[in-house]
């Protein structure tokens, strides 16, 4: 084994740190375990602010498993931190492999106690515990180290009561599966939803409507609390022929004056997921059209606002956006302009970097995605 991959042995990943965390006050508690070689926290490239991890290398493997056994979860400055060993190998993380998802948590399950329930079918990679500003989203992750491990957690632990939830565990499933098995609920939907048929509905009218196209296990016009109709409702078919059917023959029909919308009936969290979907591929697509072509620009004047920046790059090209970074209401002293095309972008990089605006020389780069910084801090 040589050296580089003997010390990336004794590397621990540090989560979940408060932003005033620094490189100096880390060493002071890791030191205590045993020499330290590095410690690493990542920053922003232009804000140069905590991403809220970091990275310790230990001189001694043995050190490292100390620290990891001793320290994780240990309160620096009001936060509870995460260890876990650095693990840069991406397809063991993307893989699924020993990956177990848990929902319905309690609120008061923190990433401690999610850890210390689970610990005991195996070794831990990774465990975390999803949260907000407003706390635990009820949901958590544990990457054992075996699948083995993780067939035991989600066998004794799926479905026991934690606090007062009853909790789901079960193999963790990438997007691109939780998409698949929508597509495939899609294809095979048996249960309809129809509305915009008005109040003068009930259930035994709209089986009349909907029983010629097969056979309905349940139909259902939903009520306020007077029994009036609330102009929609569900019909669950015996067969996805028959749902097929008459989503194609009946969605548009009219009913009592009124044009009706019938469709395949969605839970909750599949609309989620459908709307979380469409979101993602706008948001790439945004991508798309800036990849190559935002450019940060740091060292602004504070009397650079957003029409002089505009004013001082449009001679390059097309701008579809313009933005000079503020807080309450005064300059960060820095921004990112826009252009349509990565010629425009770059030609104006070259001949705008260290141009003298106001009374500063401008620095200019190209910008990078998030997803791009964490490659480069990790490859670091």
Known sequence: MNVAAKYRMASLYVGDLHADVTEDLLF???????????????????????????????????????????????????????????????????????????????????????????????????????????????????????????????????????????????????????????????????????????????????????????????????TDSSGKSKGFGFVSFASHEAAKNAVEDMNGKDINGQLIFVGRAQKKVERQAELKQLFEQQRQERIRRCQGVKLYIKNLDDAVDDEKLQKEFSSFGSISRVKVMQEEGRSKGFGL????????????????????????????ALAQRHEERRTYFTSQ
């Open 28 to 222: 002071k508690k890791f030191s205590t375990v045993g020499p330290v070689l590095s410690i690493r926290i990542c920053r922003d490239l232009v804000t140069r602010r905590s991403l809220g991890y970091a990275y310790v290398n230990f001189l001694q493997l043995a050190d490292a498993q100390k620290a990891l056994d001793t320290m994780n979860f240990d309160v620096i400055k009001g936060k509870s931190i995460r260890l876990m060993w650095s693990q840069r190998d991406a397809y063991l993380r993307k893989s699924g492999i020993g990956n177990v998802f848990i929902k319905n948590l309690d609120k008061s399950i923190d990433n401690k106690a999610l850890y210390e329930h689970f610990s005991t079918f195996g070794k831990i990679l990774s465990s975390k515990v999803m949260s907000d500003d407003q706390g635990s989203k009820g949901y958590a992750f544990v990457h054992f180290q075996t699948q083995s491990a993780a067939d035991r957690a989600i066998e004794e632990m799926n479905g026991t009561q934690l606090k007062n939830c009853k909790v789901f565990v079960g193999r963790f499933k990438s997007r691109k599966d939780r998409e698949s098995e929508l597509r495939h609920k899609t294809n095979e939907f048996t249960n309809v939803y129809i509305k915009n048929f008005g109040d003068d509905m009930d259930d035994k009218r709209l089986k009349e409507v909907f029983s010629k196209y097969g056979e309905t296990l349940s139909v259902k016009v939903m």
């Open 337 to 364: 302009v826009c252009f349509s095309s990565h010629e425009e972008a770059i030609k104006a990089m070259t001949e705008m970097n260290g141009h003298i605006l106001g009374s500063k020389p401008l620095n200019i």
